[in-house]
Nanobody, 124 residues
Framework: QVQLVESGGGLVQAGGSLSLSCVVS????????MGWFRQTPGKEREFVAG????????DYADSVKGRFTISREYNKNTVYLLMHILKPEDTTLYYC?????????????????WGQGTQVTVSS
């Protein structure tokens, strides 16, 4: 069983930065592709960024491309989402997810494990 625990959310002014972390534990967790998603109540869960199992490939939603960076650190079993130039519309709950495959995809249903979410609030 893979477990994911996010941290790093908080309140920041527009134009500021935040870094989210997701600690991944469980057997063979290093073989999982990872993704970050976000979801506002009443809306569908939205893909933000994904990274392959070996960090050789990344993917970003158009809305965050050039502002967010996803990375992973194997010796710490941690996946990061570094967010710059934050906008009020980035405000929502952010989730880390693991997919039992080598490559990330944008479809939430393709992911097997989810964290509990961390809140990001960007004030204008």
């Amino acid at each position: 069983q893979v477990q994911l625990v996010e941290s790093g959310g908080g309140l920041v002014q527009a134009g500021g930065s935040l870094s989210l972390s997701c600690v991944v534990s469980g057997p063979t967790s290093r073989l999982y592709a990872m993704g970050w998603f976000r979801q506002t109540p009443g809306k569908e869960r939205e893909f933000v960024a994904g990274i392959s199992w070996n960090a050789g490939g990344t993917d970003y939603a158009d809305s965050v491309k050039g502002r967010f960076t996803i990375s992973r650190e194997y010796n710490k079993n941690t996946v990061y989402l570094l967010m710059h130039i934050l906008k009020p519309e980035d405000t929502t709950l952010y989730y880390c997810a693991a997919r039992g495959s080598l490559l990330p995809v944008r479809e939430p249903s393709a992911y097997d494990y989810w964290g509990q979410g961390t809140q990001v609030t960007v004030s204008s």
